[in-house]
């Protein structure tokens, strides 16, 4: 991050206020252009690899400082801070290291918080499959579950930095989705044996389960810090007029982005309401407070200019995997009802499949649940599986606290004046095989959407045998991309409803070549003041 003019006579700096007002209710490619700051109009730039996408270009202004921003980190320097974020997702863990240099002092900088990168310039992460959900029977091995991941930072971070070095283990919708009791003993577990092997700046709030509401408000955060977009507006730039703050004075500032993630379980949206919204009645205003976070990212909290109002919406069970589990429920009670009536229906045997419209032409596949089989066939009819997934955006499933897309209240976009950034799934979905990662444009999207799930089963997996899909891709990916656009296709078009032809959405991974995901907006909300002691 460069400099801004975040501040102005404030003699602290930015991130050391960052408070984010939880209201009640509350329990980010590959693919962009460097800066300077102004990402490319959404019409110019449609990456078609992960090396690709993300282009440095030498006329850019800041094109030697982003160069700077692809360097080994020197771990000599004895001034660089580290900070150490653990996602433990539902499909998996991974680890992110992210250093800073001290604030300069200068109240008009912005902290300069990257991702760490190691000898051969490579970002410092590291997955491990599956969630830590596994270990929800035998807690006691929650520590050993997550060891790899921590020995892999440690031996990243220099070693005399650990004691002073934030370590947060944050877990997402596979956590949320185990009984409390549950989620406490594996939390009590890490709080208790982590500090025995680690040296790292650990306690009992440093590890969590964390509300889909702050998952969405940190890759918010996250996307917007990265694009710059908290600075202040330099000619060119995209502006927005805004009545937030005490004061409710308008202030125009730079446009932020909405994100929206799709994760394996859960699913958020979250985007920037400028201007106070009305409602038709005290009960549906009461219920939208609940989806608004108000925040203020200023230099002290006097300072309006940088309270932001952000709309964020977090649906469990609408994550594409969990979406595809529902999915096969649905398939198995339809099965089972037939049962009943005709006595031999379709799916019962391997013999006599029943067609899945969502999985690739030929595909066979078995599902089980509770001592119950169905056979699934697919026959990649992408448009007929769409029509399938559409009753799954209204009911999420037989536990009735979680939240549906269909009747949800969802705060206005302007589609005419707005930009968004689809993560996780959103990029998985477009770029590891269609390889339309980058600027979204539905109708070729759709297209190859199709087109992949008309292909036969052979084909797709002699393609994925040639590596002719991104070196991301996983046989899980090839199996389920049919019905992952699908379901994405239909969260973004008949759940958000975001138009057809809108052009304002990129799907990304790595922005400006940094990998943007939640862990970053967090780590950030999370070290307000560290780097200023
Ligand atoms: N291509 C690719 N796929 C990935 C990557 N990481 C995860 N996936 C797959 O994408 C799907 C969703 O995973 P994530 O986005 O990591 O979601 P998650 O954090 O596990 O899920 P939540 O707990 O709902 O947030 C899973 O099927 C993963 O196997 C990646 O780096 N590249």
């Not at 919708?173 to 650990?202: C, K, N, S």
Request: charged share 20%; net charge neutral; proline share 7%.
């Amino acid at each position: 991050m460069g400099t801004s003019s975040c501040c102005r006579g404030s003699a602290q700096a930015w991130v050391a206020h960052v408070a984010l007002t939880r209201h009640r209710g509350d329990q980010p490619g590959r693919g962009i252009d460097p800066p300077h700051r102004s990402p490319a109009p959404a019409s110019e730039s449609t990456g078609r690899s992960p090396g690709s996408v993300g282009r440095l270009r030498p006329e850019d202004k800041g094109y030697l400082a982003q160069v700077g921003d692809l360097e080994a980190t020197d771990t000599r320097d004895p001034m660089l801070n580290y900070g150490v974020v653990v996602d433990c997702g539902s499909s998996g863990s991974r680890v992110f290291v992210y250093f800073w240099p001290p604030h300069n002092g200068n109240p008009h900088d912005l902290l300069d918080i990257k991702q760490m990168r190691d000898h051969s310039s490579q970002p410092v992460v590291k997955k491990i499959k599956p969630g830590i959900s596994v270990v929800a029977a035998t807690p006691e091995q929650a520590t050993s579950y997550m060891r790899p991941l921590l020995r892999f930072a440690a031996a990243h971070v220099p070693a005399q930095k650990h004691k002073e070095t934030p370590l947060y283990i944050l877990c997402t919708a596979g956590m949320r989705l185990l009984p409390e009791r549950q989620q406490a003993a594996i939390l009590e577990d890490l709080v208790r044996h982590v500090p025995l092997e680690f040296d790292f700046l650990f306690s009992e709030t440093h590890a969590e389960v964390i509300s889909g509401k702050q998952e969405g408000v940190y890759a918010w955060i996250g996307i917007n810090f990265v694009l710059g977009r908290f600075d202040h507006p330099d000619g060119g730039d995209a502006v927005v007029t805004v009545a937030v703050g005490a004061q409710a004075e308008a202030v125009v500032r730079k446009r932020t982005v909405g994100i929206l993630d799709m994760g394996g379980a859960s699913l958020q949206i979250a985007y920037e309401v400028p201007g106070a919204s009305t409602f038709p009645s005290p009960q549906q205003e009461e219920a939208a407070k609940s989806l608004l976070a108000e925040f203020n990212l200023g230099c002290d909290v006097q300072h309006s200019a940088h309270v932001y109002r952000v709309y964020v919406s977090t649906f469990l069970g609408f994550g594409g995997n969990f979406a595809r589990q529902r999915y096969e429920d649905a398939l198995l009670n339809h099965s089972q009802a037939q049962h009943s009536l005709q006595g031999q229906p379709a799916g019962l045997t391997a013999d006599v499949p029943m067609l899945d419209p969502c999985l690739p032409v030929g595909l066979a596949d078995t599902v089980e649940r509770g001592g119950r089989q169905l056979h699934l066939r697919g026959h990649g009819a992408w448009q007929a599986c769409t029509q399938r997934l559409h009753p799954l955006l209204a009911h999420p499933g037989t536990n009735s606290s979680q939240a549906s897309l269909a009747g949800m209240y969802q705060a206005p976009i302007d589609f005419g004046n707005s930009e968004f950034y689809g993560f996780s799934e959103f990029f998985y979905c477009t770029e590891d095989v269609l390889r339309l990662g980058g600027r979204y444009h539905t109708p070729t999207f759709a297209r190859a959407a199709q087109d992949y799930c008309s292909q036969s089963w052979a084909v797709l997996t002699q393609r994925f045998q040639d590596g002719l899909y991104s070196s991301h891709a996983d046989q899980h990916r090839v199996k389920y991309q049919c019905f992952k656009s699908a379901w994405m296709y239909q969260v973004l078009h008949q759940g958000f409803h975001f138009p057809l032809d809108y052009p304002s959405l990129r799907t990304a991974q790595l922005v400006y070549d940094r990998e943007v995901q939640w862990t970053l907006g967090a780590i950030l909300y999370k070290t307000p003041s560290l780097p200023l002691r």
